[in-house]
């Protein structure tokens, strides 16, 4: 009861002094923190997560209806746009009374091209040929090949050789489904969508014009095969497929390809396909197999074979058949839009976000990244977050040192993306320049705490991470840039403590030691000197770059040379495990009580977090102003003679130094390597952590502080210390992420 009653004040407080919605953010994350107390049922699986279907095909996943966008074509701005010409046009036609019907749409190309056609005997051959010269087309080239491989065989391996002298192809061919009345009406869907008009013919060569990564054009899926979408029998093959290039096919990554086999395509988002050297003896007997073939595996992997070569894909659709918001409107070829809208890499696995690490870790739920054609630099900040309220010491400081990279990168756009909390428009006070959630905005302030929110990656992203999780994040974005443009840009890990002990030995735990691996395109940026020799000892690196502690400049400004005053000032965060909270309120409380005479005559006074004031019961003569400004910080250093600050880590933290610096002689304590006093006299040390201790040094300070009550006391500079590494330079950081 008395834990509900406290949660309820705090509550109000959070509703009174932030308002409702940050009230209600606040509550979720608790939730989300403490949801493995709270029993629940078996998550239902997706069906996506099923190995089969009733029909015994493979299952796999497909794009929500929301996602499964596609480009509206024709497009109304293409005259500006250049055409690419000596256009490879490659039909299979097995059926020659169908290919009659094609004749009308290869008018509809008003580019440069060459007819390829096979078939399977050489009486279609010359019924082909008679159709191409009574129509008036010349440069047509018929080819005979065995009836294997549907139509599959006959373009990867009959015609292997076309793809070396021409750039842009077009696949057709004359398609019949006579197993299924539902799919009548296939083929001309097909068709009317890839060349039905020299509007759209137009159109789709204007996409492959402005955008050089884009390997594959082809419409949105025939309204009746929607439902129809898997694996089929096939997966097994397309697996074995793609590992001869390098590819790891998992069933969780989408399942999109131009079902139907007939699209607009570049020659060399095919190369890792053609260079397998498949030949006709690779494809079966045709026996009217309707799945289940070597044909039908390469049918579904054409788009990651694509992405193998470092392409991309687009799905298009004109007007007819149209699914209400199924369609993106666009004027011009090139907007970037195109690809982050329509677009969804192969090679995620957005599964991931339903595993039990992401249901349990709210910290470490999968980002949802997408591609962008954006060439523009630009320098990336991974931030928990920027509501004031949280923003302490190093968040500060990663906020200076990129605003200093910044400035050294003038040319690169700028962008921060905040990963565990909601931006509400009270946070961006500090950010008057950034946009929120732009993309094509030089400076952003993106918020991914709404993890179905795309997060575009570009080439040249560099990031910058600054906590555990944010650094295993980035090295998925890593990962995905590998994947979706054939590089790792460099990166900065900014290591502002030995994070895997902040957590218990645990899953946690081991994903967090797994982010101190060594990457040589990954620069280490150490938040003191003394975390740089604990971290150089622990994992034997010697080339990190330290940041050795200095006073804020709004601290050292702020700070008066005033009269000393009996208050203890204590940086109490009882969100923070490390600065041990409880040891310094129960460690006051047993000083008190020995020494109640002396004790009533100093006030203790929490600093650094909100907290119900009730928290520091039994302590007496106590008050909680909570998270100030650093203006008003600076008074109560100014005013102080005591102060405490407990840091559990190799890190000396901030305030400690900063209470010693104002002439207040502080308890703080040692860990490992870290002598808290070799940085100034005015420290009281613990090698032991406890609340006798604490007592004890507590006594022992106020003894000392006696004497200055009423004294003006000039401020200590603290001592710099040896360090391991280079001492931080933004310019030779720029240059490092730059070269």
Known sequence: MRMALSLVTRAL???????????????????????????????????????????????????????????????????????????????????????????????????????????????????????????????????????RGRDIAPKIVGFRDVYDTHEIFLHLHTKKSPHLDSLKGWREYLLRNLIGSKEIVRSILALFSSDANLGVVFPQHFGPIRGMLNWGFDFEAAQALLAKAHWNLSKDSFLEFPSGSMFWGRSAALKPLLELGLTFDDFPNEVGQVDGTLAHAIERTYLHFAECAGFHWLKVQNNADVRSKGLLTVENPGESSILQKVYLPLFEEPGRSDLLMSREYPELRPLRLVKSNIHRPRINLLLPTIDPLWVFGGISTAIKTFDELSAQLSSFDKRIVVLDSAVEPNHLGNFQEFTLNAVDSQAVVFEAFDRTRRMDVRRDD??????????????????????????????????????????????????????????????????????????????????QMVIPFRINETIRRSVRLVPKERIILCYGRPTAARNCFEIIVDGLSLWQQRNPIEASKWHVVFLGENFDENRIWPIQNGSVPGKVSLEEYAKYLSRSCVGISLMISPHPSYPPLEMAYSGLITVSNNYDAKEIVRRSENFVALDQVTPDTLALAVARSVELAEEKIGLICEHKEIIEIPFVGTKYDPTDLAAFLTN
């Open 13 to 147: 407080h959070i509703l009174k002094t932030e308002g409702l919605q940050s009230t209600g953010v606040r509550a979720l994350r608790f939730l989300a923190r403490r949801r493995s107390l709270i029993r629940v049922g078996k998550p239902r699986l997706s069906p996506a997560f099923l190995f089969f279907n009733k029909d015994g095909a493979t299952n796999a996943r497909r794009p929500f209806p929301e996602d499964d966008l596609a480009l509206r074509i024709p497009l109304p701005n293409t005259a500006a746009v250049p055409m690419p010409e000596n256009i490879a046009v490659i039909v299979h036609a097995f059926y020659t009374d169908v290919f009659q019907e094609l004749i009308p749409y290869f008018k509809n190309i008003e580019q440069k091209f060459s007819l390829y056609i096979s078939t399977s005997d050489e009486v279609k051959k010359r019924a082909i040929l008679d159709i191409c010269i009574r129509n008036g087309f010349r440069n047509v080239e018929v080819r005979v090949f065995q009836n």
């Open 462 to 543: 560099v990031y910058i991470s600054t906590a555990w999780w944010s650094e295993y994040l980035r090295t998925s974005i890593a990962q995905f840039q590998e994947k979706a443009f054939g590089r790792r840009a460099k990166a900065v890990y900014f290591i502002q403590d030995y994070e895997s002990n902040f957590i218990q030995w645990s899953s946690r735990w081991a994903i967090a030691e797994s982010t101190y691996q060594f990457d040589e395109r990954v620069a280490w940026l150490v938040n003191s000197e003394e975390l740089s020799s604990y971290i150089s000892r622990r994992f034997g690196r010697t080339d």
